[in-house]
């Protein structure tokens, strides 16, 4: 069985532990958040009485395998300033993750030299000290421009040597042009041989806006993109089953009835 969710919102009253309330609500077994806003610097520390109120909430849920995504602001290729902003945004996040006792922070890669957003990314795992969780996992993109990680090889290289992960996108890996569409079998065991499914807990199964091979990064909800039924195969991989499977279109209530409705189908056909 995989487990799977949404990525919820954390600006209500409650912040994160507002998150775990609508998971349970909603039933999800697994789900996403930002730990603070995804397209500003600026952070703001976890309260004690959120923290606390999170962690009962999540523990009474029987653990809930929760993952925080970094800041889209985060480019650890980049030199200078933007460099070092971007390493403490992501050892923030780091940071937050393990105070919340959570199992997976994900980051894009960003644009540039390989060896330093490798560098980077070891950078704010030794800041945030680190110890038995998160783990950080680095997700591959639909590339274009300057973008790195839209090619499994690379993920390799950044993860060789680290205790780090790979988080696989859906959507991001058929716009970098791997074929879900036609062979999802094939894709995932390609995605088996280069990077090692050991080292890929987290999927993002969204399906895409954008054409095969278009470096467009636009996700679909299920069955409305370019991939339609071909991802039902990825949910019921048997490869895949214990994995954590998020997904990251925009929300509302009859969207994510929907949603749940289409991927409840596909693990219960037979
Ligand atoms: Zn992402
Ligand atoms: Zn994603």
Redesign the pocket.
């Known amino acids: 069985m995989i487990r799977y969710g949404f990525h919820l919102s954390i600006a209500g009253k409650k912040g994160v532990a507002g998150a775990v309330e609508e998971a349970l609500s909603l039933e999800l077994s697994a789900f996403q958040i930002f730990a603070k806003s995804p397209r500003s610097w600026r952070t703001r520390p976890l309260s004690p009485r959120e923290v606390e109120e999170f962690r009962a909430l999540r523990e009474n849920a029987g653990g809930l395998p929760g993952v925080v995504?970094a800041s889209?602001l985060v480019n650890l290729g980049a030199a200078g300033e933007l460099w070092e902003k971007s390493v403490m945004s992501l050892a923030d996040d780091l940071e937050k993750a393990q105070i919340l006792g959570l199992e997976y922070v994900?980051?894009?890669p960003g644009s540039g030299p390989l060896e330093r957003v490798k560098e980077g990314a070891l950078k704010a795992f030794r800041l945030a000290g680190v110890r038995k969780k998160p783990r950080l996992l680095l997700?591959n993109?639909a590339g274009g421009g300057e973008k790195v990680g839209s090619r499994l090889e690379e993920l390799a290289f950044l993860l060789e040597d680290t205790p780090f992960g790979a988080?696989f996108?859906t959507c991001?890996a058929f716009s970098a042009g791997y074929p879900l569409h036609h062979d999802p079998k094939g894709v995932i065991g390609e995605l088996d041989r280069v990077v090692g499914l050991e080292r890929v807990p987290v999927i993002?199964l969204n399906d895409s806006v954008g054409g095969f091979g278009s470096h467009i990064d636009h996700h679909a909800h299920l069955l409305q993109g370019q991939m339609g039924e071909a991802l039902k195969a990825v949910v019921r991989d048997a490869r895949l089953q214990g994995k954590v499977f998020i997904l990251?279109t925009p929300r509302g209530p009859e969207e994510d009835a929907r949603n749940l409705q289409i991927l409840k189908a596909w693990l219960e056909a037979s």
Request: charged share 25%; hydrophobic share 15%; aromatic share 8%.
């Open positions: 995504h889209y994900v980051v894009h997700e993109t988080c996108d991001h993002h990251e």
